[in-house]
Nanobody
Framework: QVQLVESGGGLVQAGGSLRLSCAAS????????MGWFRQAPGKEREFVAV????????NYADSVKGRFTISRDNAKNTVYLQMNSLKPEDTAVYYC????????????????WGQGTQVTVSS
């Protein structure tokens, strides 16, 4: 069992930056791929980024590529999402998730989810 807790969300102006953190419980954190997803009001949850268990491989949605960076610190059981050049369309609840069998982009592949943190980007 893995418990995930996100933090770092908030209100920021367009062009600004935020860094989200996701702290995981459990001693097997380093064996999970970790992903970030987001859900805007009235829209489906969408993939943002994923990082492999070792941190050696990453993948991003086209909409955030070049602006967002995912990273992890297995010693701290934490995954991060650095978000730069934020746009109003990045406004959403951001969720971190853990996947035990791969490192995909579909939410259905993920086994554990956090409660989410709100990110609001004003224009």
């Amino acid at each position: 069992q893995v418990q995930l807790v996100e933090s770092g969300g908030g209100l920021v102006q367009a062009g600004g930056s935020l860094r989200l953190s996701c702290a995981a419980s459990g001693r097997t954190f380093s064996s999970y791929a970790m992903g970030w997803f987001r859900q805007a009001p009235g829209k489906e949850r969408e993939f943002v980024a994923v990082i492999s268990w070792s941190g050696g491989a990453t993948n991003y949605a086209d909409s955030v590529k070049g602006r967002f960076t995912i990273s992890r610190d297995n010693a701290k059981n934490t995954v991060y999402l650095q978000m730069n050049s934020l746009k109003p369309e990045d406004t959403a609840v951001y969720y971190c998730a853990a996947e035990t069998t791969g490192w995909g982009t579909a939410s259905i592949e993920y086994d554990y989810w956090g409660q989410g943190t709100q990110v609001t980007v004003s224009s």
